[in-house]
């Protein structure tokens, strides 16, 4: 059984909108491929190849993002309290730097926003953060560099 991939609202909105761009991007793929193969003579063409190798690539992706949205839960409720996928946590770094960041699932983490920076939950730092509360400490090591890191606000 396929494993179950819990989202946020916003992530899965963002899945399907990827999504239908990757279904335009096939049809515009789909269309230079038929032009070159009307166009192409007995010679091998090197362009000809290479759309069809990208329309295989979009092909391929169009595949995994229905597949995550085919197993995509999305998350209802969670702890306030507690920082759990979705949340989005106010971390003091090295009692320097405040940032934030929201916990995501790996799938995504992967797709790109403008807007607050999403760690995976199976991140280094993602792993440290999951299941903590709003004042708790706790330090990550990654690359043999370790951080401190308090939590400041968890929503």
């Known amino acids: ?43 091998e063409d090197i362009g000809l190849e290479d759309a069809k190798q990208e329309k295989a690539r979009i092909e391929q992706r169009i595949d995994q993002l229905q597949d995550q949205l085919n197993r995509a839960s999305i998350i209802a409720e969670k702890d306030p309290d507690i920082a759990d996928l979705g949340s989005v946590v106010t971390l003091e770094e090295n009692q320097e730097d405040t940032f934030e960041v929201q916990l995501v699932s790996p799938v995504e983490a992967e797709v790109a926003t403008e807007d607050i920076p999403r760690i995976s939950d199976e991140s280094p730092l993602g792993r440290a953060l999951k299941g903590r509360k709003l004042g708790d400490s706790f330090q990550v090591t990654i690359n043999n560099r370790t951080n401190d890191y308090v939590i400041k606000e968890i929503r």
């Open 1 to 43: 059984m396929a494993r179950e991939i819990k989202v946020t609202q916003e992530g899965y909105e963002r899945l399907q909108q990827t999504l239908q761009q990757e279904n335009r991007r096939l049809d515009e793929a789909t269309k230079i491929l038929s032009d070159l193969m009307g166009a192409a003579d007995e010679v």
